[in-house]
């Protein structure tokens, strides 16, 4: 079956730096997208990686290894803004995107 | 209008009853598509459309339809509402459905309950 892991909720401080990791599994690979949702709105795009490596955009950078099934999405100089949901998605053979069920970070001061 | 846009913000329905959810983008996107999201899972694909004319089932498509009459609209109905439909459901598009084309662009979402 296909599956995307991550965990449920993370903690840290402003100013820090967090590491959301996410694990998948899909029928065929086609890339891994990472979306950020504020509580009540929509998600919205954050990063896309179809290539194993590290893509970086300002203070977010996402990676990705296929070889591991494996990402992560790094999250620098925290603010208070970043308190969202964090979520994973993996695009399988059919090019549907499967979807985590999304981690919850939130900022302390 | 600018992106995408979802009617009503919420609604409180009775069960049994029909129901259609709105969704108009005017980005001139290929691809549009029907979630839901339930607390504690992820989004779930409800039914999605590559292109005009054309319409397919993702993974919970029971007890909902969809056209696409043309390439702004996308609308979902329920034909009899039952409580476990009680959901948000977002609309969203993309311009294709390959490699980074397949960036998604989300309405503000439904929030529906059935009673």
């Known amino acids: 079956g296909q599956n995307i892991d991550q965990p449920t909720e993370m903690t840290a401080t402003e100013g820090a730096i967090v590491q959301i990791n996410c694990t998948y599994q899909t029928s065929g690979f086609n890339g891994l997208f990472w979306y950020q949702q504020h509580a009540g709105e929509a998600p919205t795009f954050l990063s896309y990686?179809?290539l194993d490596g590290l893509e970086e955009k300002g203070r977010f950078s996402s990676f990705l290894s296929r070889s591991k099934g494996y990402s992560y999405l790094l999250l620098k100089e925290l603010q208070m803004k970043d308190s969202a949901s964090y979520l994973c998605?993996?695009?399988?053979?059919?090019?549907?995107?499967?979807w985590g069920a999304g981690t919850k970070l939130i900022i302390k001061p | 209008i600018a992106g995408i846009t979802q009617a009503p913000t919420s609604q409180i329905l009775a069960a049994g009853r029909r129901m259609t959810l709105r969704c108009t983008q005017d980005m001139r996107h290929n691809a549009m598509y029907w979630y839901r999201q339930d607390l504690g899972l992820g989004l779930r694909l409800i039914h999605y459309?590559?292109?005009?004319?054309?319409?397919g089932k993702g993974e919970v498509p029971d007890g909902y339809s969809v056209s696409r009459a043309n390439t702004d609209d996308f609308p979902l109905t329920l034909a009899s509402a039952v409580p476990s439909q009680t959901s948000v459901y977002f609309c969203?598009?993309?311009?294709?459905?390959?490699?980074?084309?397949?960036?998604?662009?989300f309405g503000p979402g439904t929030r529906l309950t059935v009673l």
């Open positions: 990686n179809v």
């Open positions: 969203a598009s993309s311009e294709g459905d390959r490699g980074d084309y397949n960036e998604q662009f």
């Open positions: 998605a993996g695009m399988d053979s059919n090019y549907q995107l499967i």
């Open positions: 459309s590559n292109t005009a004319g054309t319409t």
